[in-house]
């Protein structure tokens, strides 16, 4: 059985050759998300990018899908995949720019811009007083991964002592001045002055950071939320917030997505609300490192290697 790949990458000529290469005997096709038709979908062994999850019920050959995004959630819901297709993570690929992000909003939080910039759409010249600093601070990352890894790094390298915490531990992560299990959450959240939730969704997960975990949190830490907007309970932080609760909070991710408008996290002035843009390909760097890692895990199918940023093993083999 030959293969018939649909590749929606966001990939240029040059790309397109390298895929090639590893395969030339494969049917080819190179259509958009929002141009697949449900006959390419019908055909397709291999699907390399980011279809829609509910034109997915047009497959039928299906036997891995390499995800353009690191959360595969929505392909591994019931009933959108069969359980034989193999699904794959586009793993650590957006690193850099989420940990900048996470970075970018810190140091925002730190400085009080959002209050600054709330200032200046009302054309007011105030001085928004007490600042500070993430030099000597302590810096918790809540899932010490691949990007709370580099999160981690760059708030070493302005000062800060930083504790990862991972389910397991089975060495030293650069970054980290230390690490701790998930179990010892509730031992750090009192001591540290920020907390940067960077989990994937899981039903362990799911609002890890309640209203009783919030009132752990020193009234002047910061909260940063870059993972899955699952693992935050939303109303338990308006309500902290609204009550002088924490020094400020930022979040690319929320739940729902979009954020309805009578959400009260809108209104709160030392709240950062980004629209989940700390990933994706919006700088050259990511696409490239997204793109990269699609064909090195190709070329690993292609040779018989196991693949890497396996979210589902199905029936996966060689056509």
């Not at 709330?118 to 691949?146: C, E, F, P, Y």
């Not at 809108?266 to 609300?273: E, F, S, V």
Request: hydrophobic share 40%; proline share 7%.
């Amino acid at each position: 059985m030959s293969e018939h790949i649909l590749n929606m990458l966001p990939i240029n000529e040059e790309e397109k050759k390298e895929f090639e290469s590893l395969l030339p005997d494969a049917v080819w096709e190179y259509p958009r998300r929002s141009t697949v038709t449900p006959e390419q979908l019908a055909s397709a062994t291999i699907i390399l990018g980011p279809p829609d999850p509910k034109d997915l019920v047009h497959v039928r050959d299906l036997r891995w899908l390499q995800s353009l995004w690191m959360g595969v959630d929505d392909y591994m819901a019931p009933g959108v995949l069969p359980e034989t297709v193999t699904i794959t993570a586009c793993v650590g690929a957006y690193r850099q720019t989420v940990s900048e992000h996470m970075l970018t909003t810190l140091l925002a939080l730190c400085r009080k811009l959002p209050q600054c910039r709330d200032n200046q759409l009302q054309h007011k010249w105030v001085d928004v007083k007490q600042m500070r600093s993430i030099r000597g601070a302590t810096v918790l990352v809540v899932g010490a991964g691949v990007i709370g890894g580099d999160f981690a790094r760059l708030c070493k390298a302005l000062g800060s002592h930083t504790v990862g915490l991972k389910r397991t531990i089975t060495g030293p992560i650069d970054g980290f001045d230390e690490l701790d299990s998930m179990d010892h959450l509730d031992d750090w959240l009192p001591r540290v002055d920020v907390v940067a939730l960077i989990l994937p969704h899981a039903p362990e997960t799911v609002k890890l950071m309640d209203a009783r975990r919030l009132a752990l949190m020193k009234p002047d830490a910061i909260l940063i939320s870059d993972g899955r907007g699952t693992v935050l309970d939303q109303d338990a932080l308006a309500k902290a917030m609204q009550s002088g609760h924490l020094w400020g909070a930022a979040l690319d991710v929320t739940v729902p997505e979009p954020l309805p408008g009578d959400s009260p996290l809108w209104d709160i002035p030392n709240l950062l609300l980004t629209p989940h843009v700390a990933g994706g390909i919006r700088m050259e760097v990511s696409r490239k490192s997204a793109v990269n890692f699609c064909l090195e895990n190709f070329r690993r199918y292609v040779n018989g290697q196991p693949l890497e940023g396996v979210s589902r093993s199905g029936q996966l083999h060689l056509g």
